[in-house]
C-alpha cells in the first residue's frame, strides 16, 4: 500500500501492521497491568472500601460504647453526691428496707401446677 503525504511517499507493508497490533497489544496489557493494582491490590479501591466499611462499623460501636459510658459516670456520680441514689440502689437492687418500714412482696407470675389426669380419664 502507498500513501502520499505532502510529497512524500510512504510504503506500508504487511508486516509493518502486524507490528502495530502487537504494539497496540503490548499497551493493553501494559495499561492492564499498571491499573491492576490500584483496582484489586492492598491499597486499591476494593480494599479501601472494606476498610472504609470497617470503619463505619466501628465508629458505630464506639458511639455505643460511649453513651454506656456516659451513663455510668453520671450514675457514680450520683453515687458519689448524695445518699438518695444509693438509698434507691439499695432499696431496688439489694432489697434493702429501713427500720421501721414493713416490706412487702408481690408475686405477679404463679407457676400452675399441671395435675396429671386419672389413669382412666380421656383426653
Request: glycine share 8%.
Amino acid at each position: 500500500m502507498r500513501t502520499t503525504q505532502g510529497g512524500i511517499r510512504f510504503t506500508i507493508y504487511r508486516s509493518d501492521e502486524n507490528i502495530v497490533k502487537i504494539f497496540a497489544a503490548f499497551l493493553f496489557l501494559a495499561t492492564v497491568a499498571l491499573q491492576w493494582p490500584l483496582w484489586v491490590g492492598k491499597g486499591g479501591v476494593y480494599a479501601v472500601r472494606k476498610m472504609e466499611n470497617a470503619l463505619s462499623e466501628q465508629s458505630a460501636g464506639n458511639a455505643k460504647l460511649l453513651a454506656r459510658n456516659d451513663a455510668l459516670d453520671n450514675e457514680v456520680k450520683d453515687l458519689k453526691s448524695g445518699m438518695q441514689s444509693v438509698e434507691e440502689y439499695a432499696r431496688n437492687d439489694l432489697g434493702m428496707v429501713k427500720s421501721g418500714e414493713i416490706f412487702f412482696q408481690v408475686i405477679s407470675d404463679v407457676p400452675h401446677v399441671a395435675l396429671a389426669a386419672p389413669a382412666g380419664a380421656k383426653k
